[in-house]
């Protein structure tokens, strides 16, 4: 392999990877080729299959069929074991010793990946612990438990992510935190898959979105190509114009609300250079379909359209519970 080979080569790579449970198919053929740098959102109902898709890239649970590889290797074969000390994972459910200081699990964690323990310090002030460190993780919170599990998954720079509810229970300040690390992450070259039902304010933080249902791979690509590919409507907002939109022969077919155009991505410009011809229009706003919409729309064979990611039920996944050591040091 050539060194340019090297440098493009995929930090995880997936070729119709599967994943059954006698006769439950918690995941099926799979495509996925994730870049150094690269952030991909990872987004489905509970059950959908995406604790499974992190456990079959941290090596913890064996594919039934298809092809996983992580920096290179295959994560089940004994030479993966040196790339785990560049994996950094954060379960859905955080639980760590309750009798332990949140200063005592980091260092605990620091040994397990053989990392310099005077980035413990630095990460506790980075996730906002400093004050409880010496304190029993007993005592903290559900917000302050996230970010330390945060900080044990950020622990040596790791080159691979996998974030699993990365935001729940953290307040907004934390929330908007966390994200500005992700991006410090990214642009340092880390690779991240990051899951979340908290779908506002994800999308300018992905490269990618893969949307699973069922454990199948409903949508993948940018935001942009996934939206091409749904069609959806482009959302126009007027000021100033009143009942002029409904009185407008033209406009009136696009209407969706006193000041809101649902208008088709072909008509967009034509529609805009109509609007622009009244003089006593204040101000439009134009938007795309979000994150939140796509997510809506691709799932909806499965789903009510309409309901948010968020308003799911929750069905409990196929797979074995991991402990955040397990996923490290075995």
Known sequence: MTTSNKATAPIVSLR??????????????????????????LFGHNGAGKTTMMKLILGVIEASHGEVQVFGIDPQSKQAWHS???????????????????LEVLTYFSRLKSVNKKQIIALLDQVGLTAAMTRKVKTYSKGMRQRLGLAQAFLGEPKLLLLDEPTVGLDPIATKEFYQTVDALKSNGASIILCSHILPGVEQHIDRAMILSGGQQRAMGTLAQLREQANLPVAIYTQ????????????????????LLNVPESDKLTVIRKLLEYNQIADLQIEPANLDQLYQYYLNDNMCYGSSVSDQKEVPEQSATTTNSEAISS
């Open 16 to 41: 119709n990877t599967g994943k059954h449970y006698q006769q439950v198919e918690a995941l099926n053929n799979i495509n996925l080729e994730l870049a150094p740098g690269e952030v991909l959102g």
């Open 84 to 102: 785990r000390r560049q994996i950094g994972y954060l379960p859905e459910n955080v639980s760590f010793y309750d009798h332990l200081t949140g």
């Open 240 to 259: 100033g114009l009143g009942k002029t939109l409904q009185n407008d022969p033209f406009l009136s077919p696009y209407q969706a609300g006193e000041n």
